[in-house]
Each structure stands twice: as structure tokens, then as C-alpha cells.
């Protein structure tokens, strides 16, 4: 099985398609089951920084497990509620109302004023009706006509304060939904969330010098922090150090901002995966993985990830059409096991910058894959990411036969 994974990873970084990675994944009982790093952490001209487990990367949308914990410690603390509408406390959050169409010859959009409550448990199943203005056309539109950036600025406010998609909790859209929890967090605690996180979940897991939002601002991770590459138009790698995916945020984003190497997330992930008292409460843990979608918003998501060669690249991973998703607090959750790859309730979500993780409870495996590599989830990196996947499941079942 490491076999596999070996030579499919080090071909790779041989053709130029990687400049370099770090795969950890173990099984519930703290035993490694694949532990591989290779290659170089930048492209960055006179930079020399080999890819360790130790190299801290921005894990972009895999911050979201972390966000989802932090609120559940919220919950736990009593300073927040799932099912309170948050819209007092976030009064630019959906203030535009609901954006039903747009008007090409005024270059206006169809806005629908609403005030239907939305609640964290919304906002962290993505059912509020929130979603990124670059995988919405529509918000597209109503962005230009306001001569704005997509997704840009520093502070939630700019990113987010957008148009709803639909009527909130009537349906599934990816979105900033974590971005606006990451305020509650901040308002119920009165912390920051890099404080927050920091004292709730990375120091009790050994981790405060390998996770943060600001690592450029920590002695201990600023020379270790890896540079984004990128696939040049003639297929080579180039330097993309210069590339900023947070687009000028100050904000900690709940969504998409923490950095962190792959070791870190890996002890992390696996202390979510064994639901290590240290973090929640087991009954927070059941919240956590637990499917949040009714019916009518798990076709919404179903239909959702079909919707464009884009959302089935985004948000499918490669799991197939056939095997029905719904969404927990966590991430993804394949209702059917997939063939040599998962079981059925397994749990998966990865980053832009071709980061991934996956939990499979009924196997007892977790793992984690690091690249710094764009374009966001390239479909030949994503099938990398899979092959990684499929060679863990693989190593745990002969592991299980043998006992």
C-alpha cells in the first residue's frame, strides 16, 4: 500500500506537477499508518526550504473543523446557542436580502428583502443562504455593478456583508457561513479567535508553535512557512509567493484564514477522530458529525455539486455522483461507502491551496495531505489526494485482517 502512495507521490514531484507534500495518517488507536514527506515547500527564487511535516502551510478551508470546534466549546461554555438567530449580533450579515435575478440592461440585481432568522447551526451547515460571490454568478453580477472586488478586503464585513442566495435554511450553498461564526466566537468570548483557538484548542493539543492565523508575525513559523507555486501556462511550476488567497484580510477568516504544518493538523485531526475529551464533550462530538441537512437541503446540496464542472471539482473530491453527500458541522459525509476508498459516513474537506483531510469512523482512520499548490484543487492533484486516501483504507483493512 505505502508503496502505492510512495510512487504515485514521488512521480509527482519527478514530472514538475508537485514542487513538494506531506501525508500523515493513522488509525484511532494513535498508531501511524503513513507518514511521507518529499520534495520543496517553495519555487521562490534564492529560497531553499525542504517540505517536512514541520512546514507550516495555510490549510485554507480545512480551518473550518477547527472554527466548528471552537463554536461547539461556545455551546459547551453556554456563551452561545445553536438554533438563536445571530442576526441582532451580526447586523451586516444578509442585510442586502436575497438576490432572486439580475437586470442586465439597468445592471442591477433583483434584491428581495428578508429577515428570516438565521441561526450558527445554519451558518455552520451552510444553509443561511450565504455563499462565495466567486461560485455564485449572480453575486458575480452584483458585485461588478458596485464596481467590487470579488471577496476582497480586510475585514469579514467586506468579504461576506453580500446578498443571501435563498431564503435562509431552505437550501445548501458554499459559503462564509464559518467566516460570520468566527464573529460569534469573538463576541460570546471576548477573545479573538487566533486567542481563542489558541487557548482552547492548540495548546491543549501541543501545537501553539505550529497553528496560527499571522504565522509571518511568529519567530517561530515564519521561516518555516512554505510559498504558494503554481502551474505555469506551459504546464511548468512557478514561484506564486506573491499570491495572497485571504485577498488583504486583518480579520482571523473562521472560513479559509488559519496556517498550520501537517503534523499539527494531523494531532489535531486525530484528536477529533479518537473525540478527545481535552477538546469537547462526547455529545458535542455526536453534534459535530452528525448529518445537519433535511431532506429538502440535502438534495439542494446534491444538486448543488452537479450544478457546474466547477462545484463538482470545489466540493465532490471524487466521490461519485452515485454515492449520496450530505454536510455536518465537520465537513462532507458520503451516506454510502465508496469501493477500496471509504465506508459509509466517512467525512472529508480540503483547502484551496490542494490541501485535504479525511475521517472514516467505521475504519477507524484518519489522515491528512499537505501541497501549496495552485490552481485550487487541481483535478490531477485531486486525484493524488484520492490515491493517498484509497492506499490509507487499504493499509487499515490488511491491519484489521491480521488481528
Given at each position: 500500500?505505502?508503496?502505492?502512495?510512495?510512487?504515485?507521490?514521488?512521480?509527482?514531484?519527478?514530472?514538475?506537477?508537485?514542487?513538494?507534500?506531506?501525508?500523515?495518517?493513522?488509525?484511532?488507536?494513535?498508531?501511524?499508518?503513513?507518514?511521507?514527506?518529499?520534495?520543496?515547500?517553495?519555487?521562490?527564487?534564492?529560497?531553499?526550504?525542504?517540505?517536512?511535516?514541520?512546514?507550516?502551510?495555510?490549510?485554507?478551508?480545512?480551518t473550518k473543523l477547527m472554527t466548528s470546534v471552537a463554536a461547539l466549546q461556545c455551546i459547551e461554555d453556554g456563551t452561545l446557542e445553536l438554533d438563536k438567530d445571530v442576526r441582532p449580533l451580526l447586523p451586516q450579515m444578509g442585510k442586502y436580502g436575497v438576490i432572486t435575478g439580475f437586470d442586465e440592461d439597468k445592471n442591477e440585481a433583483t434584491l428581495v428583502p428578508d429577515s428570516t432568522p438565521i441561526t450558527l447551526r445554519m451558518l455552520l451547515s451552510h444553509t443561511s443562504g450565504q455563499e462565495y460571490d466567486w461560485l455564485g454568478p449572480l453575486l458575480g453580477k452584483w458585485r461588478v455593478s458596485r464596481n467590487?472586488?470579488?471577496?476582497?478586503?480586510?475585514?469579514?464585513?467586506?468579504?461576506?456583508?453580500?446578498?443571501?442566495?435563498?431564503?435562509?435554511?431552505?437550501?445548501?450553498?458554499?459559503?462564509?457561513?464559518?467566516?460570520?461564526?468566527?464573529?460569534?466566537?469573538?463576541?460570546?468570548?471576548?477573545?479573538?479567535?487566533?486567542?481563542?483557538?489558541?487557548?482552547?484548542?492548540?495548546?491543549?493539543?501541543?501545537?501553539?508553535?505550529?497553528?496560527?492565523?499571522?504565522?509571518?508575525?511568529?519567530?517561530?513559523?515564519?521561516?518555516?512557512?512554505?510559498?504558494?507555486?503554481?502551474?505555469?501556462?506551459?504546464?511548468?511550476?512557478?514561484?506564486?509567493?506573491?499570491?495572497?488567497?485571504?485577498?488583504?484580510?486583518?480579520?482571523?477568516?473562521?472560513?479559509?484564514?488559519?496556517?498550520?504544518?501537517?503534523?499539527?493538523?494531523?494531532?489535531?485531526?486525530?484528536?477529533?477522530?479518537?473525540?478527545?475529551?481535552?477538546?469537547?464533550?462526547?455529545?458535542?462530538?455526536?453534534?459535530?458529525?452528525?448529518?445537519?441537512?433535511?431532506?429538502?437541503?440535502?438534495?439542494?446540496?446534491?444538486?448543488?455539486?452537479?450544478?457546474?464542472?466547477?462545484?463538482?471539482?470545489?466540493?465532490?473530491?471524487?466521490?461519485?455522483?452515485?454515492?449520496?453527500?450530505?454536510?455536518?458541522?465537520?465537513?462532507?459525509?458520503?451516506?454510502?461507502?465508496?469501493?477500496?476508498?471509504?465506508?459509509?459516513?466517512?467525512?472529508?474537506?480540503?483547502?484551496?491551496?490542494?490541501?485535504?483531510?479525511?475521517?472514516?469512523?467505521?475504519?477507524?482512520?484518519?489522515?491528512?495531505?499537505?501541497?501549496?499548490?495552485?490552481?485550487?484543487?487541481?483535478?490531477?492533484?485531486?486525484?493524488?489526494?484520492?490515491?493517498?486516501?484509497?492506499?490509507?483504507?487499504?493499509?487499515?483493512?490488511?491491519?484489521?485482517?491480521?488481528?
Amino acid at each position: 500500500m505505502s508503496q502505492s502512495i510512495d510512487k504515485a507521490f514521488e512521480e509527482a514531484v519527478a514530472s514538475g506537477l508537485l514542487p513538494g507534500f506531506s501525508l500523515l495518517a493513522g488509525d484511532k488507536d494513535g498508531n501511524l499508518l503513513y507518514s511521507k514527506s518529499l520534495g520543496s515547500a517553495t519555487k521562490k527564487p534564492g529560497r531553499d526550504l525542504p517540505f517536512t511535516d514541520d512546514t507550516i502551510c495555510l490549510i485554507a478551508s480545512m480551518t473550518k473543523l477547527m472554527t466548528s470546534v471552537a463554536a461547539l466549546q461556545c455551546i459547551e461554555d453556554g456563551t452561545l446557542e445553536l438554533d438563536k438567530d445571530v442576526r441582532p449580533l451580526l447586523p451586516q450579515m444578509g442585510k442586502y436580502g436575497v438576490i432572486t435575478g439580475f437586470d442586465e440592461d439597468k445592471n442591477e440585481a433583483t434584491l428581495v428583502p428578508d429577515s428570516t432568522p438565521i441561526t450558527l447551526r445554519m451558518l455552520l451547515s451552510h444553509t443561511s443562504g450565504q455563499e462565495y460571490d466567486w461560485l455564485g454568478p449572480l453575486l458575480g453580477k452584483w458585485r461588478v455593478s458596485r464596481n467590487e472586488e470579488l471577496w476582497s478586503g480586510p475585514t469579514i464585513e467586506d468579504k461576506s456583508a453580500i446578498p443571501l442566495v435563498f431564503t435562509p435554511g431552505t437550501g445548501f450553498a458554499y459559503g462564509a457561513g464559518h467566516d460570520w461564526a468566527a464573529k460569534l466566537i469573538q463576541i460570546a468570548s471576548g477573545k479573538s479567535l487566533e486567542d481563542f483557538m489558541h487557548a482552547r484548542i492548540w495548546v491543549p493539543l501541543g501545537i501553539e508553535n505550529d497553528a496560527s492565523f499571522w504565522p509571518k508575525t511568529k519567530e517561530t513559523m515564519r521561516d518555516r512557512t512554505a510559498d504558494l507555486s503554481m502551474l505555469g501556462e506551459d504546464g511548468k511550476l512557478l514561484d506564486a509567493s506573491a499570491v495572497d488567497l485571504m485577498f488583504g484580510a486583518t480579520d482571523c477568516i473562521g472560513g479559509g484564514g488559519v496556517f498550520a504544518s501537517a503534523k499539527a493538523y494531523y494531532t489535531f485531526l486525530s484528536a477529533v477522530l479518537r473525540r478527545d475529551p481535552k477538546l469537547l464533550t462526547p455529545s458535542s462530538y455526536t453534534e459535530l458529525f452528525r448529518p445537519q441537512l433535511d431532506e429538502r437541503c440535502e438534495q439542494a446540496l446534491n444538486d448543488y455539486i452537479a450544478l457546474s464542472p466547477l462545484h463538482t471539482n470545489y466540493l465532490g473530491l471524487r466521490v461519485p455522483p452515485s454515492v449520496r453527500k450530505t454536510w455536518s458541522f465537520a465537513g462532507l459525509v458520503a451516506k454510502e461507502g465508496q469501493e477500496g476508498r471509504f465506508e459509509p459516513g466517512a467525512t472529508l474537506w480540503a483547502g484551496a491551496a490542494s490541501t485535504l483531510w479525511f475521517i472514516d469512523h467505521e475504519a477507524g482512520i484518519c489522515g491528512t495531505a499537505f501541497c501549496q499548490f495552485l490552481p485550487p484543487l487541481h483535478p490531477p492533484v485531486v486525484a493524488l489526494l484520492e490515491q493517498f486516501q484509497r492506499g490509507v483504507f487499504e493499509e487499515a483493512k490488511k491491519r484489521a485482517s491480521q488481528h
